[in-house]
């Protein structure tokens, strides 16, 4: 199953409301997760089975979507959000991972 | 808490293999899957497998069928992924990550380099 993301990357300021979105090549249910990658680090989880919002993370984080189409929206951008975001399918093996959005201060 | 430890960082001659660990701890490493992932330099995430720690059984991506073995020791809480035959496309960060509904916890990364 392949996964793209779109856009690639974007530019946006302190307080934006983003959204990035995932398609997936065959329907995957609501086996979907999310991930926050910042510079040298490990992926955090931030979403699973779509749009249920891992412990800890904060709630301006959403999810949305079934079958093919999925979004991730950052209602209110803060500093700390600026990294790479991956969108990831749990439905089967291989567990393909989107090719990552690049969020980007303005 | 739940951490994942894994290995130091790796130089390596095309050809030769590699041996990356992954130490848990915090929880009890038969009950969850442990998958690897990894990461070349400004690329993205790329999936290698799947090890259950529980019974030893694994499955591995397409592109390292062949080339990659998965083990775990289960008396040490450590899981193993083994790459051989290496090449310089396989300078990469290498990652062990827990699985629930999602990967939740992830080792820091070990980077492995292929360089002559």
């Known amino acids: 199953i392949q996964l793209t993301q779109s856009p690639s990357s974007l530019s946006a300021s302190v307080g934006d409301r983003v959204t990035i979105t995932c398609r997936a090549s065959q329907g995957i249910s609501t086996y979907l997760a999310w991930y926050q990658q910042k510079s040298g680090k490990a992926p955090k989880l931030l979403m699973y089975a779509a749009s249920t919002l891992q412990s800890g993370v904060p709630s301006r984080f959403s999810g949305s979507g079934s079958g093919t189409d999925f979004t991730l929206t950052i209602s209110s951008l803060q500093p700390e959000d600026f990294a790479t975001y991956y969108c990831q399918q749990l439905n089967s093996y291989p567990r393909t991972f989107g090719q990552g959005t690049k969020v980007e201060i303005k | 808490q739940v951490q994942l430890v894994q290995s130091g960082a790796e130089v390596k001659k095309p050809g030769a293999s590699v041996k990356v660990s992954c130490k848990a701890s915090g929880y009890t490493l038969t009950s969850y899957f442990i998958h690897w992932v990894r990461q070349a330099p400004g690329q993205g995430l790329e999936w290698m497998g799947i090890?259950?720690?529980?019974?030893?059984?694994?499955s591995y991506a397409q592109n390292f069928q062949g080339r990659v073995t998965m083990t775990r020791d289960t008396s040490t809480s450590t899981v193993y992924m083994e790459l051989s035959s290496l090449r310089s496309e396989d300078t990469a960060v290498y990652y062990c990550?827990?699985?629930?509904?999602?990967?939740?916890?992830w080792g820091q990364g070990t980077l492995v380099t292929v360089s002559s």
């Open positions: 090890i259950n720690p529980g019974t030893g059984s694994t």
């Open positions: 990550a827990r699985d629930i509904t999602g990967f939740d916890y």
